[in-house]
């Protein structure tokens, strides 16, 4: 199931970014960050799981929140 997500999470994020470049529509970047975010910490937590305190495990939790903390600032600045 996860790995199935997190097909699902890659193709979703390469399709909004591939329509963002195409069209020049940057308002959908936050999205795109979102979910890579996801993504990444899918891809984490899938290490973690395989591979008992592993070091790539932690680094892409870490790198998965920073991406969440940069498209929640994203929202914002098209919020407002």
């Known amino acids: ?14 399709i909004l970014s591939v329509y963002s470049l195409i069209t020049q529509n940057f308002k959908l970047v936050p999205y795109s960050m979102f979910l890579l975010g996801a ?11 395989r591979n008992k305190k592993e070091f790539w495990g932690y680094v892409c ?7 969440v903390y940069v498209s929640i ?7 407002v």
Request: overall charge positive; charged content about 15%; glycine content about 6%.
């Open 1 to 14: 199931m996860p790995k199935r997500l997190r097909i699902f999470l890659s193709v979703i994020v390469l």
């Open 39 to 49: 993504m990444i910490l899918v891809t984490g937590l899938l290490e973690l799981k």
């Open 61 to 67: 939790i870490i790198v998965s929140l920073f991406a």
């Open 73 to 79: 600032q994203g929202f914002l600045l098209n919020w």
